[in-house]
C-alpha cells in the first residue's frame, strides 16, 4: 500500500526555476528579440557598417569630398600609405600609448583602487578627487594642460623661472612632446579604470579574507592569492577598453599640438583627420580609417579569443 501525499507533504517548487514549458520560454525569448534585436540592428547598420563600407569604397578613389568620385585608383592610397614615415609614426605612437596605458596606467589605477577599497579616511574624497579628471572633455583636458606646458606662461615656465633655467617649450621638442601627451593620457583615464578596479575588488567575498588570515596568510599573500586571482577579469575588461581606446586617440593631442611638431605625434586618428578633412583627401583619409577600422576589428577578435575564453 502507498501512502497518499498530503497537500502538506509537496515540496513547493525551487526559488528561481518556472512551471511554464520550455516551448513558452522560448518563444518569449523571441517575441523579446523580434522586438529589441531589429533597431539594434538598424542603427548599428546606418551608424557602422554602411559608413565603414563607404570609407572602403572611396578608399580606392583620389577624391576631394565634392561630388561624385571619379578617378578609380584602385589599392593606390593603400600603397601610398604604408610607403610613408607618418604612417609608421603615427603606427609607433599608437603603439607607445598602448603600452604606456598598459603597464603604467593600469598598475596606478590598481594599486589605488586596492588602497581605497578598504574604508580609510577620506577615502570618498579621494576617489572624487582622481576620477575628476575622467569627468572632464578631452578638448578641455589638452587646453588645461598646453597652459601648464607653456613655456612663457604656464607652470613650465614659472619652473624655468623660479631654478633660473632657460625656457623650455616642451611641446615644440620632437624628443618630448609625444612624452609629455603620455603623462596627460595617464592623468586622464587612471581615475576610470580605477572605479573599474573597485567594483571588481567590491564583487569578491569577504569570507575569502577572512579565511585567509585564520590559515595564517600575510598582506601580500592574501593580495597575491586572493586578490588579483579574483580582479582577473576586470583586469581583462580594462586592457581592453585602454588599448581600443589607445587605436582610436584624438581628442587630447588636437588641442596640445596638432600632431606637432613635425608629426611626432600623429595618431592613426590625427592622421586621418589632417589629411582626410584638412587638406581634403578624402580618397587617402578614407584608407586610413579602413586601415585603423581592421586593427581594432583584429584586435577585438583576437583579444575576445584569447583573453576571454576562460572567462567564458
Avoid at 572602403?56 to 583620389?62: P, T, W
Avoid at 601610398?80 to 603615427?90: E, V
Avoid at 600609448?97 to 589605477?109: D, H, K, N, R, T
Amino acid at each position: 500500500m502507498t501512502d497518499t501525499p498530503t497537500p502538506n507533504s509537496i515540496s513547493p517548487p525551487r526559488q528561481g526555476f518556472s512551471l511554464r514549458p520550455a516551448n513558452a520560454l522560448n518563444r518569449e525569448g523571441w517575441v523579446t528579440a523580434a522586438l529589441f534585436l531589429p533597431p539594434a540592428l538598424l542603427l548599428f547598420t546606418l551608424f557602422v557598417v554602411l559608413p565603414m563600407g563607404e570609407a572602403a569604397y572611396f578608399s580606392l578613389f583620389k577624391w576631394n569630398g565634392f561630388g561624385t568620385p571619379e578617378d578609380y585608383r584602385g589599392l593606390y592610397n593603400y600603397e601610398r600609405l604604408i610607403s610613408r614615415d607618418i604612417f609608421k609614426t603615427a603606427l609607433w605612437n599608437n603603439m607607445l600609448v598602448i603600452l604606456v596605458s598598459v603597464f603604467i596606467q593600469l598598475p596606478i589605477a590598481c594599486g589605488l583602487a586596492i588602497i581605497l577599497a578598504d574604508k580609510i579616511p577620506g577615502g570618498n574624497i579621494f576617489r572624487l578627487l582622481f576620477f575628476l579628471p575622467y569627468v572632464l572633455a578631452e578638448i578641455v583636458a589638452g587646453l588645461i594642460w598646453r597652459f601648464v606646458y607653456d613655456g612663457d606662461t604656464g607652470f613650465i615656465a614659472k619652473f624655468t623661472e623660479w631654478f633660473d633655467l632657460p625656457a623650455f617649450y616642451i611641446l615644440a621638442e620632437q624628443d618630448y612632446a609625444m612624452y609629455a601627451i603620455l603623462a596627460v593620457i595617464v592623468w586622464k583615464y587612471f581615475g576610470f579604470h580605477m572605479m573599474l578596479f573597485i567594483a571588481g575588488l567590491q564583487a569578491i567575498d569577504r569570507d575569502l579574507y577572512r579565511a585567509a588570515r585564520v590559515d595564517g596568510a600575510s598582506a601580500w599573500q592574501v593580495l597575491r592569492f586572493v586578490t588579483l586571482p579574483l580582479l582577473k577579469s576586470t583586469m581583462k575588461l580594462s586592457i581592453f577598453f585602454a588599448v581600443l581606446g589607445s587605436l582610436q586617440l584624438f581628442d587630447i593631442i588636437m588641442p596640445m599640438t596638432l600632431g606637432g611638431p613635425s608629426d611626432s605625434t600623429q595618431t592613426m586618428v590625427t592622421y586621418l583627420y589632417n589629411h582626410g578633412f584638412i587638406r581634403a583627401k578624402l580618397g587617402f583619409g578614407s584608407a586610413i580609417g579602413t586601415v585603423l577600422f581592421i586593427i581594432c576589428v583584429v584586435f577585438a577578435v583576437v583579444y575576445q579569443k584569447g583573453f576571454f575564453r576562460d572567462a567564458e
